[in-house]
């Protein structure tokens, strides 16, 4: 049982009201696969340029991730930089430098191509598409995407969700893609399109889940330190995926079992609760399986109240 994930692998410049960190590790797939690690191993699908350091690889090293799947190739890395105001919910892309990222086209190695859970990361949905193709039959793919591909490939997006069992976008982009502004309209819109599950991102204000069985709310857990909230959403998806490939080898039934997808949901929201606690992936890197166990029972709490 393992997760293929394909996604861009990064160098990320990032400004806070609280600092600024230059040229360090970032990507979707960087945080997805550190954050799914935590659950079962992970086969990293992706490209980078020479630049791309040892020390950012150790990163991966020693955790069950597999590299075989990402590329080195001639050229410099992705590179991207944000800054965020005191609303640490709005971010301003600073740019976009797709370098290496221009050109990719993931190749699956054979090891690979028999996972049983994908997870697309934020790329071009052609690629996407491409991705899907290479593997035999996953019993689980969930997908990411964003505005620029909502409108730009809106036709090639459509027919990737078509394959799609668990999207997982933001609220503006539920909004963007389904052209509806009400969010229980817009899940029926986009669970239409093909994914059997909406899960809608909402920054510091939650997670809702739409599946055939109905809604499930999922506050953020209040941190008294948030420090930066790049890679909270693919930190989301892989504590989500993650934990729900984990119990799909246990035998659950997958995007089927409604406890299961709650529960993936509170872990998603653990998972990315500790990413914002620093920058880049360093909170991560020093997390431990405890620290993890220890606030998901803290979700428990918050949320629990005694019926009338
Ligand atoms: P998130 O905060 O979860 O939306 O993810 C932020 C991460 O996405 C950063 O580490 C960036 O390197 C990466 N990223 C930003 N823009 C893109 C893009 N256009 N394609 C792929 N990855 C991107």
């Known amino acids: 049982m393992s997760i293929l994930v394909v996604g861009s692998v990064a160098y990320d410049t990032v400004e806070t009201p609280f600092g600024k960190a230059e040229r360090v590790l ?21 490209v980078v340029g020479e630049d791309f350091g040892e020390e950012q690889l150790q990163a991966f090293r020693g955790r069950d ?18 800054k965020y105001s005191f609303d640490l919910n709005a971010r301003e892309t600073i740019c976009t430098e ?15 191509r028999r996972s049983e859970h994908v997870f697309l990361g934020n790329i071009d949905p052609v690629l996407q598409r491409d991705v899907l193709d290479q593997v035999e039959r996953p019993r689980l793919v969930a997908c990411d995407t964003m505005n620029f591909w909502i409108s730009g490939k809106p036709d090639e997006l459509r027919r990737t969700l078509s394959r799609v069992d668990i999207l997982l976008i933001n609220d503006a982009e539920a909004r963007q893609l389904s052209g509806e502004w009400n969010m229980v309209k817009a899940a029926r819109a986009i669970r239409a399109m093909g994914p059997r599950v ?8 939650g997670v809702l889940m739409f599946t055939e069985a109905g809604s499930f709310a999922a506050p953020a857990y209040p941190l008294e330190e948030v420090f930066d909230p790049t890679g909270a959403g693919d930190t989301f998806a892989g504590g989500f995926v993650g934990y729900l490939a984990a119990q799909d080898g246990g035998g659950a039934r997958g995007p089927e079992d409604g406890a299961a997808l709650r529960r993936a949901v509170i872990m998603g929201s653990t998972l990315a609760s500790f990413c914002v606690e620093a920058f880049s992936l360093d909170r991560l890197l020093r997390l431990t399986r405890g620290e993890i166990d220890a606030r998901f029972q803290l979700f428990k709490d918050l949320t629990h109240f005694e019926p009338l």
């Not at 991730?65 to 944000?82: M, N, S």
Request: positive net charge; glycine residues 12%; hydrophobic residues 45%.
């Open 26 to 46: 970032g990507g979707s797939a960087s945080f997805f696969a550190v954050a799914a690690s935590f659950f079962v191993p992970v086969n990293l699908v992706g």
């Open 198 to 205: 909406l899960v809608v991102k909402k920054g510091e204000h």
């Open 98 to 112: 797709l370098n290496v990222f221009e050109t990719f086209k993931p190749k699956i190695p054979a090891r690979y």
């Open 65 to 82: 991730i597999d590299l075989e799947g990402l590329e080195r190739v001639p050229g410099k890395t992705f590179h991207w930089a944000g």
